[in-house]
């Protein structure tokens, strides 16, 4: 079959099992948006920047745990991907990008729209390709969608010349397996290891579980289950972690680290086991590495064997597949009971409940913890929620428990504000038949409200809520704590979001009281395409408990008890 290589792209894409691409055509792309209409099985969605293209993708990555694509041309179409890029690659999401590039002749020319995006991807790329013969198109295509999810997923880029775009050859898809140098991700723990690894639980009296991404990328949520219940293990989640295991069950503490519970904190430090599971020991996880954790053993689970004693040093490191080494503990696991260290954490959970923040009453200022508990509660906590990053996050993290896997998408390692839009768009392409909802803030919506447009323009049902607090409001919380309330550059000027929504041809309404928000949930149901809801809430809430950059994990900032203040 003699084809172009833009028709080799499209070929591989379908085989690869794409069904849908997000992205922006331009000149050195445009071969391949050519060839596109000769493919009516992949939808392609046209976004307003090329950043929404690679966030997109990686929204559908995160929520169906297949490969999404994003397609750019060359030059400032390739660099607008490079953010999404970065928070793909922080939060080992497998995404492949596909750039244009300028015809081989003039590689290295300067000439228009000319940029080495392999280059300036390297950093943030599991592996990246300048295609330098249409004759390895295909073969370079099916080896770019085995990197992206293999082993630790990340993102891969594959960048083509527009003269190979054009030009033709045979075409045979690579049926067989992928064999590359050097590329072996482990899977399984050795005999030794699974040995230790049991002894150090069966010797341990205050064990904790660290849960992350990892549970859920393998597959893994049951035997983490089945684990914490036949051992009795608390489980504390990390923030991509949420939902690798049901935060209702009895066993799960909630979340951990800077913004987490302060039981889960509190177990971490008197903890004389560790048991980490696809987690990488992040600084917002840990606070000062020096007096973290300090008197446990550790096992640490992961698929990157880098990640091992990379930040903590541990006494039974095995690099493998979670769910894998998971299959190997459990047959040898004996049943145990912790009663007295279960019961510990719960009188701390007790303690340190510092929900009375949702009973206020319903007529006083609305306050963004109450926004998230009762969206939760009147989607039955069934929602998948995709939040940008700031104050809004940390309280959906806080006050939105999630019972199941990929239900909280958000941009965990790399902090990317503007994320929230347009992956969950991508997150709705992915599951078309689950509630969506955007949870952001009216500072980062601002960075791709532009995807307003796609969102009506392809009729997606995402529910956007917009928490509105007329400032940037997790930079301002740290002006008040650390720098004597100077609030240089967070006052936040916004525009009236429901008049910007209906000039979208979107559906809006705006919520300043408490009693109003199951009339908003009510609306946002009642409308085929997107919504919009704008809740107005208290300017200068605070996010407790905090634990300071740098500080010990148990010295956390508290909410003030009634009279404290």
Not at 183 to 203: C, F, G, H, W
Not at 266 to 292: S, W
Not at 362 to 389: C, F, M, P, R
Not at 451 to 479: C, D, H, P, S, Y
Request: one cysteine or more.
């Amino acid at each position: 079959m003699l084809l172009t290589g833009a028709e080799i792209v499209m070929e591989c894409l379908l085989r690869e099992g794409v069904d849908v691409i997000f992205g922006y055509p331009g000149g050195a792309i445009l071969p391949t948006y050519d060839a596109m209409t000769k493919y009516p099985q992949i939808r392609h969605v046209l976004v307003r920047h090329e950043q929404g293209a690679s966030h997109m993708a990686d929204g559908y990555a995160r929520a169906t745990g297949r490969v999404g694509v994003a397609i750019a041309t060359s030059g400032p179409g390739a660099t607008n991907l490079v953010t999404g890029i970065a928070t793909a690659m922080m939060d080992s999401s497998p995404i492949v990008c596909i750039t244009g590039q300028v015809p081989r002749g003039a590689i290295g020319s300067d000439a228009f729209q000319e940029c080495d995006i392999t280059g300036i991807t390297i950093p943030v790329t599991k592996h990246n390709y300048l295609v330098s013969d249409v004759r390895e198109l295909a073969y370079i295509m099916r080896e770019a969608f085995h990197i992206a999810r293999t082993g630790r997923p990340g993102p891969v880029l594959v960048d083509i010349p527009k003269d190979i775009q054009n030009e033709k050859t045979e075409f045979i898809y690579p049926e067989g397996e992928i064999r590359l140098p050097g590329y072996r991700p482990p899977s399984m723990a050795t005999d030794d290891q699974v040995k230790a690894a049991l002894e150090l639980i069966a010797n341990a009296k205050k064990p904790v579980i660290l849960a992350g991404h990892g549970i859920m990328m393998s597959g893994a949520s049951q035997a983490l289950q089945e684990l914490a219940e036949r051992a009795q293990i608390p489980v504390t989640l990390t923030l991509l972690g949420k939902g690798a295991m049901p935060e209702k069950h009895p066993l799960c503490v909630g979340m951990m680290g800077m913004h987490g519970a302060a039981a889960c904190n509190f177990a971490i430090q008197e903890a004389d086991l560790l048991i980490a599971l696809g987690m990488r020991f992040d600084d917002r996880v840990t606070g000062n590495l020096k007096t973290y954790s300090p008197n446990s053993k550790k096992i640490h689970i992961d698929i990157d064997p880098s990640e091992i004693n990379k930040n903590v040093r541990v006494d039974v490191g095995i690099a493998g597949d979670v769910g894998t080494v998971l299959s190997q503990l459990l047959p040898g696991l004996q049943s145990k009971t912790h009663a007295e260290w279960v019961g510990k954490i719960r009188d701390w959970q007790e303690d340190g409940d510092e929900r009375d923040i949702l009973n206020q009453d319903a007529g006083s200022t609305l306050l963004g913890a109450q926004v998230i508990n009762d969206l939760w509660k009147h989607t039955g906590g069934e929602a998948i929620t995709v939040t940008d990053v700031g104050q809004h996050q940390m309280l959906e993290a806080q006050y939105y428990p999630h019972q199941r896997p990929a239900t909280m998408l958000t941009s965990g390692g790399l902090g990317t504000m503007g994320f929230g839009l347009p992956a969950a768009i991508g997150a709705k392409f992915g599951k078309p038949d689950e509630e969506v909802w955007a949870i952001v803030g009216d500072g980062g919506f601002q960075m791709t409200l532009c995807e307003l447009a796609t969102a009506k323009q392809e009729n997606i049902k995402v529910n956007i809520a917009i928490l509105n607090n007329a400032f940037l409001g997790m930079v301002r919380q740290w002006q008040e704590f650390f720098y004597e309330e100077r609030y240089q550059a967070t006052p936040m000027f916004s525009p009236d979001f429901v008049k910007l929504a209906e000039a979208y041809g979107i559906p809006a309404m705006r919520v300043t009281s408490r009693d109003q928000i199951p009339e908003s949930v009510e609306f946002a149901r009642q409308h085929d395409g997107p919504v919009l809801i704008e809740y107005v809430i208290e300017k200068e809430e605070i996010v407790y408990p905090m634990v300071p950059a740098g500080a010990d994990l148990h010295n956390m900032l508290r909410r003030p008890k009634p009279g404290e203040e």
